[in-house]
């Protein structure tokens, strides 16, 4: 099969983000746009075009040290310090508004810089950022603690408060730029904390006309600084910073561990989201034209740029070869393109970096006997476009099922066994246990399976599907803690126990 790059020039872009992306890109610090110390900038691009579309402040360790002073001057006082949690709520749902008001300014921002469709920018990432924003805004004014009925001789009264940890660093990826800046902000602006946050190098602009609506909602001066810069200045000296009390970061898990190391200095507080290999599971009874769309959509929804994204496929024998003719067909049916174009459902990858990386991943499959039945290699000659790729006689040794390849690319194996201990041996046979997801009509077989996976997540007859309510993150080298629901405030939070002597 042919894959190409269908619609490669973009439509143009629209007058208001033209002239914002010409305006300078400074960093957010106690509530003014100032220049990196060093003056310092660097360049966005365009991963469809590989046009430079922007230049961004460089922010490193000295203005890492200016933020971390403003976020801390924010917290201890000053009026957030003061607010009431309803003043807090109000806020935290305002700017949810904001984002839903400039939604279609932020996806087209978001298309530009990370490369996705711009119909998944809009209705996913600014759609999912805003009602973050909405359903978080509700923590602040429930964050209760308990009166606890204690055993000791004598009278007492006993009882916990739930305060905000204090200086929030947070270390956000390029796969989903607006939204992990919703996901990290929110519950931390809920609980009262303050916030030094550090985006990607690939993909800082949403971030920062985030920034901006941060500023048009009305926080507090200092409550939200934006540090642009590069992962191993930036970022390393956030995490080892002696005046942060929290850091939470999503990416690589090699990263993660780093950050752990980094936060034995001042034993700050840590979360992570890192990488998965994630199973999705194919039962002879699933329904076959949902499987199909549902474990294409598992695989090439962003691109494969989904630390969940369904990259090890396992078919029951009986329906194994449907289902990779079905992915197959999947795959043909992707229409590559630049973002902006609406009919595109297949973007490039973020960068070149991972556009090296995805395409070496492939070739390792290769070598290592892996059959390419469709895709499987670059495509169009401008940007970092992989075409969908489907990778068979994969087996359990080979490094493209064993390693994230954070790309379109999935390897299938087929089953033979009924027995679900069995099967969910080898379906966490993998040092990650970030989701799975199980395709059957069989109740049973559904709930007894995704009760014996190891990971944070589990779907039945669907993947990547998530919301605002409901706790996510990572089993064994996925992580540490759960982001989102009434879980990710344990996040941002500390339990204080108060026990009072009546006499
Ligand atoms: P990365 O882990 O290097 O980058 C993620 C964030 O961490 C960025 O903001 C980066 O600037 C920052 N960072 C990098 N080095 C740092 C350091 N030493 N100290 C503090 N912060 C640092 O991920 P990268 O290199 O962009 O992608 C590599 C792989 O990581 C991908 O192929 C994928 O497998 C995985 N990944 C997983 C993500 C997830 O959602 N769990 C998101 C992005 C990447
Ligand atoms: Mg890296």
Wanted: aromatic share 8%; with cysteine; charged share 20%.
């Amino acid at each position: 099969m042919n894959i190409a790059v269908k619609s490669p020039t973009p439509p143009a872009v629209s007058a208001n983000v033209k002239s914002w992306l010409a305006k300078p890109k400074k960093l957010l610090i106690g509530g003014e746009w100032v220049e990196a110390r060093s003056g310092k900038t660097f360049a966005v691009e365009d991963p469809a075009t590989r046009e430079i579309i922007a230049q961004v402040a460089e922010g490193d360790a000295a203005d890492i040290d200016r933020a971390v002073v403003s976020a801390r001057k924010a917290f201890e006082s000053g009026p957030w310090h003061r607010m009431l949690p309803a003043e807090r709520a109000e806020l935290v749902w305002r700017l949810g508004d904001l984002l839903a008001k400039y939604g279609d300014e932020l996806a087209e921002i978001e298309t530009l810089d990370n490369g996705k469709p711009i119909t998944h920018a809009r209705a996913v990432d600014v759609e999912g950022s805003a009602g973050m924003f909405r359903y978080m805004s509700g923590w602040a004014t429930r964050l209760t603690g308990e009166t606890i009925p204690v055993s000791s001789p004598g009278n007492w009264f006993a009882y916990t408060v739930r305060e905000p940890v204090g200086v929030v660093g947070q270390i956000i990826p390029w796969n989903f730029p607006l939204m992990m800046a919703a996901w990290k902000l929110a519950p931390a602006l809920s609980a009262g904390c303050t916030i030094v946050l550090k985006p990607a190098e690939q993909t800082p602009l949403t971030a920062l006309r985030l920034g901006e609506l941060i500023m048009e909602a009305g926080f507090p001066a200092g409550v939200v600084n934006i540090v642009t810069g590069f992962g191993e200045t930036a970022g390393a000296h956030l995490a080892k910073h002696p005046d942060v009390d929290k850091i939470a970061f999503t990416g690589s898990t090699e990263v993660g561990k780093m950050i752990v190391a980094s936060a034995a200095g001042n034993l700050k507080k840590v979360s992570l989201e890192l990488g998965g290999k994630s199973p999705a599971i194919v039962f002879p009874d699933a329904d076959l034209d949902t499987t199909v769309a549902g474990t294409a959509s598992a695989i090439f929804f962003n691109m494969g740029q989904c630390c969940t994204a369904g990259s090890r496929l396992f078919a029951h024998k009986k329906v194994f070869d449907k289902i990779v003719a079905g992915l197959t067909s999947e795959a043909g049916k992707l229409h590559l393109g630049h973002g902006l174009n609406r009919e595109t459902t297949l973007g490039p990858l973020v960068s070149e970096e991972q556009h090296r990386r995805v395409t070496g991943y492939i070739e390792t499959g290769r070598k290592e006997g892996a059959e390419v039945v469709v895709g499987g290699s670059a495509v169009g000659n401008r940007g970092h476009f992989v075409a969908p790729t489907v990778l068979a006689k994969t087996n359990r040794d080979m490094t493209v099922v064993r390693e994230e390849i954070f790309g379109p690319v999935v390897c299938v194996q087929p089953f033979e066994e009924d027995d679900l201990d069995n099967i969910a041996r080898f379906a966490n046979d993998t040092e990650y246990g970030l989701a799975a997801s199980i395709w059957t009509q069989n109740l049973t077989r559904a709930h007894s399976l995704a009760r014996m996976i190891k990971a944070g997540t589990v779907w039945i007859n669907t993947h990547n599907w998530g919301d605002a309510a409901l706790p996510f993150g990572g089993y064994k080298q996925s992580g540490w803690g759960r982001e989102m629901g009434k879980e990710v405030m344990e996040l941002y939070t500390e339990t204080k126990s108060i026990g009072a002597r009546l006499v």
